[in-house]
């Protein structure tokens, strides 16, 4: 069971340039969300999704576009990447969100703009 | 806004002594609360959850405790372990509205 699986591991961009972040998971949660971690300032939320065709932002969408058109697969796209997101990057997933369902992490991807 | 910090950023313990981290929220309405582990590396894992009709919750070697007066979470690890050294994070959420807000997160560091 691979869970919640991320690529690329690791990734840098130039100023400008666009790519995906790829998330997929086998558990068949309905819930999947992104995160961005920065030393000293945790995890933050960037968007997340209720369910296939369902998105919505967190505390710092901006830059970030996302679409859910599968239950498996949450992609997050940078449309002209900025040094500013230089961070490492988490998808999850859940069950609908409740009780005894926590969230389940990849690995990361690590983002460096220059 | 909502928040969610920690007291302590760094925390050293000896090996087999017991540690407790702690975590503030600013939300009241938050009816859900969740400690997650992160080794270096890795992605966070999650450790132990409260809901808020509860006071304490126990697992195998960790105890949470809520205490929803002052707005207060902590985590107990009984006789820290070389293994134990990680970040750890609450989080905190309102069930309803299915955000997970994320402390900035304490790293222990468990001394042989």
């Known amino acids: 069971n691979a869970g919640v699986t991320q690529t690329p591991k690791f990734q840098v961009l130039k100023t400008g340039q666009s790519m995906t972040l790829q998330c997929a998971q086998d558990?068949?949660?309905?819930?999947m969300s992104w995160y961005r971690q920065d030393p000293g300032m945790g995890l933050r939320l960037i968007h997340y999704?209720?369910?296939?065709?369902?998105?919505d932002q967190g505390e710092v969408p901006n830059g970030y576009n996302v679409s859910r058109s599968t239950t498996e697969d949450f992609p997050l796209r940078l449309l002209s990447a900025a040094p500013s997101q230089t961070s490492v990057y988490f998808c999850?997933?859940?069950?609908?969100?409740?009780?005894?369902?926590?969230?389940?992490f990849g690995n990361g991807t690590r983002l460096t703009v220059t | 806004g909502e928040s969610v910090g920690l007291h302590l950023p760094t925390l050293s313990v000896q090996e087999g002594d017991n540690s407790i981290i702690n975590c503030a929220y600013s939300?009241?309405?938050?009816?859900?609360f969740i400690w997650y582990k992160q080794e270096s590396g890795k992605g966070p894992q999650f450790i132990i959850d409260?809901?808020?009709?509860?006071d304490k919750r126990q697992g195998q070697r960790v105890t949470v405790l809520l205490n929803k007066t002052v707005k207060h979470l902590s985590l107990q690890i009984a006789a820290t372990q070389p293994g134990d050294s990680a970040v750890y994070f609450c989080?905190?959420?309102?069930?309803?509205?299915?955000?997970?807000?994320f402390g900035p997160g304490t790293s222990l560091s468990v001394i042989p």
């Open positions: 999850a997933s859940s069950s609908r969100y409740s009780y005894n369902s926590p969230l389940h």
């Open positions: 558990m068949n949660h309905e819930y």
């Open positions: 999704s209720v369910g296939a065709g369902i998105t």
């Open positions: 939300n009241s309405a938050s009816d859900y």
């Open positions: 409260i809901r808020s009709n509860m």
């Open positions: 989080a905190e959420l309102k069930t309803s509205y299915d955000k997970v807000i």
